[in-house]
């Protein structure tokens, strides 16, 4: 998406573009929300999909995804379960989930999280693009392993540990 800045895609043109390190801000408190509420098998394929997101792996500005690259699933209430799961993410994560374990405040966290839920609840499923090269994990991809120091989804087996081992502090919680 960039080479400057994260992007997050709403579909029809809404956005959320941040800095490199309000992506690391927004992916850290998405993270900490989805690995606590997953639950599903799709609950653990979009939490891959955030885990996919390190920037301190990927590449500063190299991450981000649209709403509409997500494989929602093909029946109406399948569509409306999922698209469910992350609104319940954003707003776990807007009632400032586990953010004590930080190491830092993140002050513009509730501003993203806030217009990533709007932008959930304006999305409707059913426009998301089929077939568009697997940016969403599969049912294979999907995080199933867990860092045991942060307690968190990690990208297990891309590469080993969780964005909070790769980050700049590395810290234990």
Same mark, same amino acid.
């Given at each position: ?43 653990? #394929? *979009?939490? +891959?999909?955030?885990?996919?997101? =390190?920037?301190?792996?990927?590449? !500063? $500005?190299?991450? /981000? ?49 806030? #217009? *990533?839920? +709007?932008?959930?609840?304006?999305? =409707?499923?059913?426009?998301?693009? !089929? $077939?568009?090269? /697997? ?39």
């Amino acid at each position: 998406m960039g080479n400057v800045f994260g992007g997050f895609g709403g579909g029809g043109g809404d956005g959320l573009s941040l800095s490199n390190g309000g992506t690391d801000v927004f992916l850290d408190v998405l993270t900490l929300a989805a690995s606590d509420l997953a639950r599903d098998p799709w609950d653990f #394929r *979009f939490a +891959a999909l955030l885990t996919l997101q =390190d920037q301190n792996v990927m590449g !500063r $500005g190299a991450v /981000g995804f649209d709403l509409e690259e997500i494989d929602w699933g093909t029946a109406p209430a399948e569509r409306a379960r999922a698209k469910g799961f992350v609104v319940r993410v954003a707003d776990l994560a807007l009632r400032r989930h586990r953010w004590d374990e930080l190491g830092y405040e993140p002050p513009f966290a509730e501003g993203y999280l806030r #217009r *990533f839920r +709007a932008m959930v609840e304006a999305f =409707d499923p059913a426009d998301a693009v !089929r $077939g568009h090269g /697997g940016v969403f994990p599969g049912p294979d991809g999907a995080a199933v392993a867990s860092c045991v120091p942060h307690r968190v989804l990690s990208a297990l087996p891309y590469w080993d540990g969780c964005r909070f081992c790769h980050s700049a502090a590395g810290q234990e919680p």
